[in-house]
C-alpha cells in the first residue's frame, strides 16, 4: 500500500489525476471504474482539463460506476448517472457505449443485478483502474458495514449515517434514496490497482481504522490493506490519524 500525502483538496485532485492520466497514456483502451461524491470532483475536474489540453483522450476507453440509487434515478437530477455525465462523461470523448452504470431504475433489479456481475466478469483480468472514495463508516461503493462481504453487485438498504453524508446533494432529506445498487467487494478487489481518494476532517478516523485496523465487514473498506496494488491520495486532514499514529507509512 502507498500512501500519498497532500496538503489539501487540490493537491489531492491533481495528483490523483495524475495517476489515472498516466495509466490511460499508457494503456489508451483501459477499463476504467469510477466513484461519484464529493471527493472526485476534483480528480475529474482536472482530468477534464487534460483531455481539453490534448494530453489524453477517453476514445479508446471503457467505464464502469460503483453504484447508483435504486428507484426513478433517470429522473433524479442527483443520481449517480447524471453525476458522471455532468461531472466528467459530457466533457470528454468517452464513447457513450461504452460506459456502464448499474441502472436503478430496472424493472427487474435482480436481473439488472446479474447483467452488472457478468459485465464486470467479461473484463480480461479485472478493471484497469477502480477509483475509490470512502465513507463516514468505511463503506466502498455502497457495501455498507456488514458481518460479511457481500461479493458481486446487489442491492443494499443504506444506513442512516450514510443517508446523512447524501445531504449535501438533496435540497429535500427526504428525497434522499434509502437504497442503492452496487458493485460488490470482488470485482473491486480483482481490480489491477486502486486508488483511494480521501479529503477533510470527517474522514481521518476511518481512514486510519480501515488502513491499519483490523481486516473486518465491518468496515469495508478494511480489505484494502490486502488489495496487492492500493494507493491511497489523501490530503492532511483526512490523514491526521494515520500522521499521528503512523507517521512511517505516508510517502
Ligand atoms: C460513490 C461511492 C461512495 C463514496 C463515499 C464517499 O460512488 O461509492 O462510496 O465514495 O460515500 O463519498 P464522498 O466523496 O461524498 O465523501
Redesign the pocket.
Given at each position: 500500500m502507498n500512501i500519498i500525502f497532500c496538503e489539501d483538496y487540490e493537491e489531492m485532485s491533481r495528483k490523483a489525476a495524475a495517476i489515472i492520466a498516466s495509466k490511460i497514456i499508457l494503456k489508451p483502451d483501459s477499463v476504467i471504474g469510477f466513484?461519484?461524491?464529493?471527493?472526485?470532483i476534483g480528480l475529474y475536474k482536472e482530468l477534464i482539463k487534460r483531455y481539453e489540453k490534448g494530453e489524453i483522450s477517453f476514445a479508446d476507453m471503457r467505464t464502469f460506476?460503483?453504484?447508483e440509487y435504486l428507484g426513478e434515478i433517470k429522473d433524479l437530477e442527483t443520481s449517480?448517472y447524471n453525476f458522471m455525465q455532468n461531472n466528467l462523461f459530457l466533457h470528454i470523448d468517452v464513447k457513450p457505449e461504452n460506459t456502464d452504470i448499474p441502472d436503478g431504475s430496472a424493472a427487474d433489479i435482480q436481473a439488472e443485478c446479474e447483467r452488472y456481475t457478468e459485465a464486470l466478469d467479461l473484463i480480461p483480468e479485472g478493471l484497469d483502474f477502480q477509483i475509490?472514495?470512502?465513507?463516514a463508516n468505511g463503506?466502498?461503493?455502497?457495501n455498507e458495514p456488514d458481518d460479511y462481504f457481500p461479493l458481486d453487485t446487489h442491492i443494499v438498504e443504506l444506513t442512516e449515517e450514510?443517508i446523512e453524508?447524501q445531504k449535501p446533494f438533496f435540497d429535500d432529506y427526504n428525497k434522499i434514496p434509502k437504497r442503492a445498487v452496487?458493485m460488490g467487494i470482488r470485482a473491486i478487489m480483482n481490480a489491477k490497482q486502486l486508488l483511494l481518494i480521501a479529503s477533510g476532517d470527517g474522514?481521518s478516523k476511518i481512514l486510519e481504522k480501515a488502513l491499519f485496523g483490523p481486516v473486518t465487514p465491518n468496515i469495508p473498506a478494511s480489505i484494502l490493506q490486502i488489495h496487492r496494488c492500493l494507493t491511497v491520495v489523501a490530503d492532511r486532514a483526512a490523514l491526521s490519524q494515520i500522521i499521528e499514529k503512523h507517521p512511517d507509512a505516508i510517502l
Open positions: 466513484a461519484t461524491g464529493a471527493t472526485p460506476n460503483l453504484d449517480f475509490l472514495g470512502i465513507g463503506h466502498i461503493g455502497f450514510t453524508g452496487t474522514k
